[in-house]
């Protein structure tokens, strides 16, 4: 079998070349950072699977790679960029790729929320445009922080905001137990969570999961950290609420549209963190990712 890694970045080749073994399965790599869907078929031809960093694969496109077999996703958002199912019925079986960043992204979670929690990204523009801004920030030591969903990334984010002294609650759609941990039901989460981060995987349960209704529940003024899938999150419910008060800080890493066009409403709103969905970017992770990839190559090569 003979694959193809169709949208490399310079970084992820540079990984891919130092991580791939004698024994894996041939995989040509395309150093092309961005790819349409209209070169996906003359890109595929005479491929039986592929490597996707983050592009979009339309069913009704994908129906033109005759052969492809498979669909190797760096990571577990593929419902983002095509449809399971839909290429299931077409004979294209969609991998992903699991906790290989569970600690990267959990580190980044609390990033953000520090930095949202004292003011950093405001005080960072000021200072660069010549203004001594010196914002009161909020002291979260004893504070509780919220996490929906409950992988992975979230037993993380758990751990490290445990040790930093707050107090950790959770909500999960199947129960779970964890060390210094207290589930508790959705509701509850929302109105006592000074800090709450999202950690869902993105499906059509999932979409819009916190709607203007839940929003409204928070506790007034509470920070929202977002480092999952920017769809979770209805957007215009979610602006209201940080126009209005009810959300006191969004920290995000994630959004509806990636990247984040120029001048969206998001980046003039002196109450928005932004980074460019790189949670996950660490050498450690990146390397893991990469050879968890070529691991799944290598099963379906043997299939």
Known sequence: MKGLFIDASDALAEVFSRMRRADDPHVD???????????????????????????????????????????????????????PEELA??????????????T????????????????????????????????????????????????????????????????????????????GVTFVDLDTLLAESHVLSLHLLLNDETR?????????????????????????????AMIAALRSGQIGHAALDVYDIEPLPPGHVLSTLENVTLSAHSAFRTPEASDTLIRRALDIACMVAKA
């Open 208 to 236: 819009g999961f916190l709607d203007a209704g839940r929003l409204a529940k928070l506790r007034p003024g509470a920070i929202l950290v977002n480092t999952a899938r920017g769809a979770l999150v209805d957007e215009a």
């Open 89 to 102: 019925a077409l004979g294209i079986t969609v991998h992903t790729i699991k906790g290989y960043g569970d």
């Open 104 to 179: 990267a992204v959990a580190e980044h979670a609390i990033a953000l929320m520090w930095a949202a929690a004292r003011g950093l990204a405001r005080m960072d523009r000021g200072l660069r445009q010549g203004q001594w801004l010196r914002t009161e920030g909020t002291q979260l030591t004893g504070k509780t922080i919220g996490l929906i969903g409950f992988g992975g990334i979230a037993a993380e984010a758990a751990r490290i905001a445990g040790g930093s002294g707050m107090r950790v609650l959770a909500w999960n759609r199947s129960p779970k137990t964890a060390p």
């Open 29 to 83: 790599v395309n150093e092309q950072a961005q790819v349409t869907p209209d070169e996906l078929p003359g890109l595929l031809a005479g491929y039986d699977f592929v490597l996707n960093d983050h592009s979009h694969m339309p069913t009704e496109t994908m129906a033109k790679c005759a052969g492809l077999k498979h669909v190797i996703f760096l990571g577990t958002g593929a419902r983002s960029y095509m449809n």
